[in-house]
């Protein structure tokens, strides 16, 4: 059962955000959500020039977009293949009041890349090779699925314009073209900026 949003000011922290999911995702959280933590330094890094129209690939909750729009003010834009989890994230968004966030409902290859300034990837698309760990029952997945949404992200990445910047969080990094360049990283290489060249 969904939460209501509660329409008062919400601190935004761990805790607080782990209290508006329902139950199985409270469990799913840590493994398949963005750190806090991480997301703030994700969205430093693709914001640091100037303020953005950015993307978050498989966006689930909207843990990244949400925290991104609470630290700066580009636009997050979320695509997300489950219904349920769009719906969930956008609740959420509205008990943190924002407006410079949204989760939409569909599907990567529905979307064209050339309409952002940046994208945010946490291994979006590994749930395909990973059926006894998979989020819920919503959508089909399978292997093939996969190689077609790295080789389709691939594609789209390559098509962005110059400085154009991406941010990846684990992931073996398959679907970054060879036009972007890694600038830097976090100490454990988990985290890392990319910019189109």
């Known amino acids: 059962m969904l939460k209501s949003p509660v329409k008062h000011k919400v601190e935004f922290n761990e805790e607080n955000f782990k209290a508006l999911l329902p139950g199985y995702l409270k469990k799913a959280s840590k493994q398949f959500f963005t750190p806090i933590s991480i997301g703030q330094i994700a969205a430093q890094w693709l914001t640091e020039d100037k303020n953005k129209s950015v993307l978050d690939i498989g966006a689930g909750v909207g843990k990244f977009c949400i925290t991104g729009a609470k630290y700066n003010n580009s636009f997050y834009f979320g695509i997300e293949y489950?219904?349920?989890?769009?719906?969930?994230?956008?609740?959420?968004?509205?008990t943190y009041e924002l407006t410079n966030t949204t989760v939409l409902h569909g599907n990567i290859v529905e979307i064209d890349f050339m309409n952002f300034?940046?994208?945010?990837?946490?291994?979006?698309?590994?749930?395909?090779?990973?059926?006894?760990?998979?989020?819920?029952?919503?959508?089909?997945?399978?292997?093939?699925?996969?190689?077609?949404?790295?080789?389709?992200?691939?594609?789209?990445?390559?098509?962005?314009?110059?400085?154009?910047?991406?941010?990846?969080?684990?992931?073996?990094?398959?679907?970054?073209?060879?036009?972007?360049?890694?600038?830097?990283?976090?100490e454990d290489g988990s985290l890392k900026l990319w910019i189109k060249q």
């Open 82 to 94: 489950r219904k349920s989890l769009v719906t969930i994230a956008n609740n959420i968004i509205s």
């Open 117 to 186: 300034d940046a994208f945010y990837l946490f291994n979006p698309f590994y749930e395909n090779l990973s059926f006894d760990n998979r989020l819920n029952n919503e959508v089909e997945l399978n292997g093939s699925r996969y190689g077609y949404y790295l080789k389709h992200t691939e594609n789209q990445l390559d098509k962005t314009k110059s400085g154009t910047r991406l941010v990846t969080y684990h992931g073996n990094n398959f679907e970054i073209p060879e036009s972007f360049k890694r600038i830097k990283q976090t």
